[in-house]
């Protein structure tokens, strides 16, 4: 298969493999499907078990993120890090993963547009005014005393 023929089918399977960026400006993906070595996916038992072992390696990954969510640590990073270890074999994986980087982009897409910007600093602004608003009626009515003063009683 030549990358320079004018056949669009040749050329497309041409830059899949190898994820160049094709002429009209757009990055092809990689191809869906395993990554496992070709001597591994010559073999169906050795392939089932590595699948399988991709599988419990990625799910220990993302148990641990979950885990993660309510105590500290970067809970969601471990989250995706296990997904991007199941998208190493699994295509619905990798369907995830395209689908939450290209949700991740229009956000950031959205938050760079400068009226959302400002909207965001207004209400931020507004918030810290009703929060700042909302202590100094507490400290107003009850006082303020630092812990090591509280005297026992």
């Given at each position: 298969m030549n990358t320079g023929s004018d056949e669009p089918g040749e050329v497309a399977v041409a830059s899949e493999?190898?994820?160049?960026?094709?002429?009209?400006g757009t990055h092809d993906e990689r191809g869906l499907g395993s990554?496992?070595?070709?001597?591994?996916?010559a073999r169906r038992v050795l392939h089932l078990s590595w699948q399988v072992g991709v599988f419990i390696v990625g799910l220990a990954v993302v148990a641990a993120?979950?885990?993660?969510?309510?105590?500290?640590g970067p809970g969601w990073v471990v989250i995706f890090g296990g997904m991007a270890?199941?998208?190493?074999e699994f295509v619905w994986a990798q369907l995830v993963l395209r689908w939450t980087k290209r949700k991740v982009t229009e956000a950031a897409q959205r938050a760079l547009d400068p009226?959302?910007?400002?909207r965001n600093i207004i209400l931020t602004v507004i918030g810290l005014?009703?929060?700042a608003a909302?202590?100094?009626?507490?400290?107003?009515?009850?006082?303020?005393e630092m812990p090591w003063k509280i005297k026992d009683q």
């Open positions: 493999k190898t994820g160049e960026a094709r002429t009209d990554r496992a070595p070709e001597y591994v996916k993120g979950v885990i993660m969510l309510p105590l500290p270890i199941w998208a190493t009226k959302v910007r400002r005014v009703v929060i909302l202590v100094g009626i507490y400290v107003w009515k009850f006082g303020f």
